[in-house]
């Protein structure tokens, strides 16, 4: 199994261009999640899904848009780029029941605005 | 969304214990407590969750208080790859999220 895998790992993008970060996961989890991480800090969560269809906003949704129309991914689109958009984006996903499950995370996607 | 505190940072000496604080006194009832840590340029990496009893696993054990408002992470014997930030959150099955807060950074002297 890979596990979560994201791309791209590194992406330069100037101020008002577009892009989407990719993540997908093979483990059949229901429960899928974008964070951001900037340097020196925690992690903030832009948003999450509960399963294909559903999505919800996080702490910090603004400037993003995800989508999930299959288990298996779950993509975070950046429409109008901002310097402050600069960060480390981390994709998470985990299985849920009765108890709440350990989450797995990809191994990051480094986006600088200029 | 209960709120986690921990210390911003700790150092312990190599091959000695380490036991990482978090309180949560806003907990409910349903809360899990779980430990992530993330090592430098890395994602965060599961290290444990609990509910109510301690629990133990190859990497670490829970300490889990009788009110369930605080909880400890201990680290048996320190190497320096634990070196990493430590990050200590409450999960609860109603809500979905996963909240980070910033995490305690465990510095360990050779």
């Known amino acids: 199994n890979a596990g979560v895998t994201q791309t791209p790992k590194f992406r330069i993008l100037k101020i008002g261009q577009s892009m989407t970060l990719q993540c997908t996961q093979d483990?059949?989890?229901?429960?899928m999640y974008w964070y951001r991480q900037d340097p020196g800090m925690g992690l903030k969560l832009i948003y999450y899904?509960?399963?294909?269809?559903?999505?919800d906003k996080g702490e910090v949704p603004n400037g993003y848009n995800v989508s999930r129309s299959t288990t298996e991914d779950f993509p975070l689109r950046l429409e109008l780029a901002a310097p402050s958009q600069t960060s480390v984006y981390f994709c998470?996903?985990?299985?849920?029941?009765?108890?709440?499950?350990?989450?797995?995370f990809g191994e990051g996607s480094r986006l600088t605005v200029l | 969304d209960a709120k986690t505190t921990q210390p911003n940072s700790m150092e312990s000496n190599e091959e000695e214990p380490v036991h990482l604080p978090c309180n949560h006194s806003t907990i409910s009832g349903t809360d899990y407590i779980h430990w992530y840590r993330q090592l430098p340029s890395q994602g965060p990496e599961y290290v444990i969750h609990?509910?109510?009893s301690n629990v133990n696993n190859r990497m670490a054990s829970l300490a889990i208080a009788e009110d369930r408002k605080s909880s400890t992470l201990i680290l048996h014997r320190a190497t320096l790859r634990d070196a990493a930030v430590y990050y200590c959150?409450?999960?609860?099955?109603?809500?979905?999220?996963?909240?980070f807060g910033t995490g305690t950074r465990l510095k360990v002297l050779a």
């Open positions: 998470a996903s985990t299985r849920r029941g009765l108890d709440t499950g350990e989450l797995f």
């Open positions: 959150i409450l999960s609860n099955s109603g809500t979905y999220k996963y909240i």
């Open positions: 899904s509960v399963g294909a269809g559903i999505t």
């Open positions: 483990m059949n989890h229901n429960y």
């Open positions: 609990g509910l109510t």
